[in-house]
């Protein structure tokens, strides 16, 4: 399974128009090679170099098992971000330049949980269920 972006490729610069200082909009992905029994997708997006702790940009589950996600799109049933919202909130680090992981896991099942839920809450649901996962990190600093 892969994960791209036509934004911005593995390791590069994720433009301003995805972060707070642009449109704070999803960019858009590409799911490719998803396994054949896959029932839903999760999407978990953070900064492990936010100040104190790993930082939750976007957690979205039960994702119709497509291969795309169009930017700015509402997908599945979105969990509740370090920002205190559902749904995406873009790079906004308060210094240097930080690494953004958009990571997306294939699953056997609907996850079935309420809005909102915590990324604790959504990784203990899809526990046991993961067929396969990808990866794609992008970097941003403030301008």
């Known amino acids: 399974m892969t994960i791209r972006s036509s934004a911005f490729t593995e390791n590069q610069a994720i433009p301003k128009k995805y972060s707070c200082d642009g449109e704070n909009v999803s960019p858009p992905l590409e799911l490719k090679e998803l396994p054949r029994n896959t029932e839903s997708l999760v999407l978990i997006c953070d900064d492990p170099d936010a100040p104190g702790k790993t930082f939750l940009h ?9 291969g ?6 509402s997908i599945g049933t ?7 919202k559902n749904g995406y909130g873009g790079p906004c680090p308060p210094g240097g330049t930080h690494r953004y992981y ?6 056997d099942t ?5 809005p909102g839920a915590s990324r604790a809450d959504v990784e203990s ?3 046991g269920h993961v067929l396969d996962q990808a990866e794609l990190m992008g970097r941003y600093a403030r301008q």
Not at 58 to 66: F, K, M
Not at 78 to 84: I, Q, R, S, T, Y
């Open 110 to 114: 609907k996850l079935g949980i309420k």
């Open 125 to 127: 649901a899809m526990s």
């Open 78 to 84: 979105e969990g509740k971000n370090d920002f205190g």
């Open 58 to 66: 976007w957690l979205a589950y039960d994702i119709e098992p497509t």
């Open 68 to 73: 795309s996600i169009a930017e700015g799109q």
């Open 102 to 107: 958009f990571r997306v896991y294939a699953v």
